[in-house]
């Protein structure tokens, strides 16, 4: 759906701004502006965010029953106690198992590792796994990325004589009845960051054990590269303490001597020097996820794991060929699930898509359900029928809290969990029709009964002047970008083809520009991928307006600032407003 372009509020000239903007002459104004937008108007502010250290890191031991989990798990070092360590299958699960199992079997610990089999026991905390553990006589089970929602399975672990360290950052109806229960957003923990992810919530859980038996915090920080992977792909607010461990984390990525992710970034043809979280989210993530949707998590833990040539080989070639297999998966089950909306009356008038089908792959579902938001733009569930029960994924539009909406619908679910924006749930057959009318009643309830269209906020106009290289170098330290710290979004008016823009890529469908600014006569180059349809505008040499965020692009060794147009229109004629250079000139 083509988005509406939503201009920025106005700004306010700000005397503390210019002020600063004098004192501190290092910074661009523009960066200055972006970091007022930010609600940032300090110098020290300033270098905080620009400036991120490890230092600012919380201490793991304000998070609620920190200290009956660092102590159990100390006791499992001294008693030699037999560990497991068992997490979900996604990429924070699995990522979250590779640190958590990488690191205390460094450190001596008698552990190993459980990731449950998506087809066979699905998602979460699973009673195969814990009639495993049983079995195999642990007496410890760390859970990462779940377990918050698994009471029946962790009340089993007590009759079973198991204790559980649960590490989860799910929402919590009641808590389980575990030995010891971390997670930051459970109603009675004050501590200050609740945006972790499962995989952070295991990091402090070893930061916690680091400090509590004085071991050095630097071997654990070698595995903050896998963290970085699981605040990329949970989708987390990257503000705050993820903010910081994603920028650590990416160094240590980029620096990485894990043979498994240097084997499957050159499998994907990945061929930049520098890896960016953007990088991460499309490279790597949809790999690691794609090995647990398609076959196995374990496969994922062990190729990050691995150090023997043989292995990384045999399972980074078999963890590219599931992230093929995932991707024609993905486009058929969508192609599929389109149709079935376009031949069903209910779907013209509904404010939300709740489709089902028999022959679809579970381990999709997820990303079908988001590619249903992105064509409808409508809150969308998509479930597997396998016969008396459905199970599936959820996703959301901003506005609609699918975690809410859903509790509305418990006693026609059999199961549910999940985040605002993303859930899991499953339902009897029956209900399917109950389901479908219901949830959209609450949605359309939700949205007062609007439909909502998709808008584009721009964050500043600018002028192409204002765009130079300096800025352009210290814009890069507001990476790593992510959710809550979203990419700047410009504006810039009254641009014509300076010569050079024309179709690329093989088919040629992505727009190569060459513009220059009326205003300032510079000259910059951008890309619109997947935007055949602007070339005549702009090759007529008519004059246009641009929407677009700034990203570095690398082409021989150089790295030069890169416009990626998100939005263009044939120029609108009219004042100039809420721009930098008004909020300059009014000073
Ligand atoms: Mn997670």
């Known amino acids: 759906m083509e988005p509406v372009w939503k201009y920025p509020a106005s700004l306010d000239r700000r005397p503390d701004i210019e002020l600063l903007i004098q004192q501190e002459a290092n910074l661009e104004p523009l960066i200055w502006h972006l970091l007022l937008l930010r609600g940032i108007s300090t110098r020290a502010g300033a270098e905080a965010f620009l400036k991120p250290s490890l230092l600012g890191l919380h201490d793991p031991f304000l998070m609620a029953d920190m200290d009956r989990a660092v102590r159990r798990l100390d006791?499992?070092?001294?008693?030699?106690?037999?560990?497991?360590?068992?997490?979900?299958?996604?990429?924070?699960?699995?990522?979250?198992?590779?640190?958590?199992?990488?690191?205390?079997?460094?450190?001596?610990?008698?552990?190993?590792?459980?990731?449950?089999?998506?087809?066979?026991?699905?998602?979460?905390?699973?009673?195969?796994?814990?009639?495993?553990?049983?079995?195999?006589?642990?007496?410890l089970i760390i859970t990462l990325d779940c377990g918050i929602k698994d009471g029946l399975r962790i009340e089993r672990c007590r009759e079973l004589g198991i204790d559980v360290i649960v590490c989860d950052h799910h929402k919590p109806s009641a808590l389980p009845p575990a030995f010891a229960v971390l997670d930051p957003i459970r109603s009675d923990c004050s501590y200050p960051d609740k945006g972790l992810s499962g995989c952070g919530v295991g990091f402090k859980l070893l930061q916690g054990w680091c400090r509590y038996t004085g071991h050095s915090e630097d071997d654990l920080m070698s595995y903050l590269d896998l963290l970085s992977i699981s605040i990329g792909a949970d989708i987390v607010p990257v503000v705050g303490e993820n903010r910081i461990l994603a920028r650590e984390g990416l160094e240590v990525l980029n620096r990485t001597k894990r043979p498994g992710i240097r084997r499957m970034l050159e499998l994907a043809g990945f061929n930049k020097s520098r890896l960016t979280i953007s990088d991460v989210v499309f490279t790597l993530a949809p790999r690691i996820n794609a090995a647990g949707r398609i076959m196995s998590g374990r496969n994922a833990v062990r190729l990050l794991l691995s150090e023997d040539p043989t292995e990384v080989e045999d399972l980074s070639r078999l963890i590219e060929g599931n992230n093929v297999t995932r991707k024609s998966l993905d486009k058929g089950i969508t192609e599929s699930a389109i149709r079935m909306v376009g031949e069903d009356a209910f779907y013209t008038h509904s404010f939300s898509t709740v489709v089902r089908g028999t022959e679809w792959n579970k381990g999709v579902v997820g990303i079908v359900a988001s590619r249903l938001v992105e064509t409808f733009y409508k809150p969308s569930v998509v479930l597997v029928d396998n016969g008396e029960v459905l199970a599936g994924s959820a996703r959301s539009i901003p506005g609609i809290d699918l975690y809410e909406l859903l509790g509305k619908c418990q006693d026609l679910l059999i199961q549910y969990g999940g985040h605002t924006m993303a859930a899991g749930l499953s339902l009897r057959a029956e209900n399917f029709l109950a389901f479908r009318e219901r949830f959209d009643k609450l949605t359309a309830a939700a949205l007062s009964y609007e439909r909502p269209v998709p808008e584009l906020a721009i964050d500043l106009e600018v002028e192409f002047g204002d765009l130079t290289d300096r800025m352009f170098r210290q814009l890069m330290y507001f990476e790593p970008f992510g959710p809550a710290n979203m990419k700047p979004v410009f504006l810039a008016r009254h641009c014509t083809d300076a010569g050079g823009s024309r179709l690329v890529g093989n088919p040629a469908e992505h727009l190569k520009l060459r513009l220059r600014q009326q205003a300032s006569g510079r000259i910059l180059d951008g890309i619109a991928f997947f935007s055949r349809e602007w070339a005549p505008t702009v090759l007529s040499g008519k004059p246009v307006d641009i929407v677009f965020t700034i990203e570095p692009n690398e082409y021989n060794g150089r790295t030069t600032m890169q416009l990626v147009v998100e939005a263009l229109r044939e120029h609108v004629p009219g004042e100039q407003v809420n721009s930098r250079s008004e909020g300059l000139a009014a000073g």
């Open 75 to 139: 006791l499992a070092f001294s008693s030699a106690e037999k560990v497991l360590v068992y997490g979900d299958y996604d990429v924070d699960g699995t990522t979250a198992v590779a640190m958590v199992y990488g690191f205390l079997s460094a450190r001596g610990l008698n552990c190993s590792f459980y990731i449950p089999d998506r087809f066979k026991e699905g998602y979460g905390f699973s009673m195969a796994g814990v009639e495993y553990a049983a079995e195999q006589d642990y007496t």
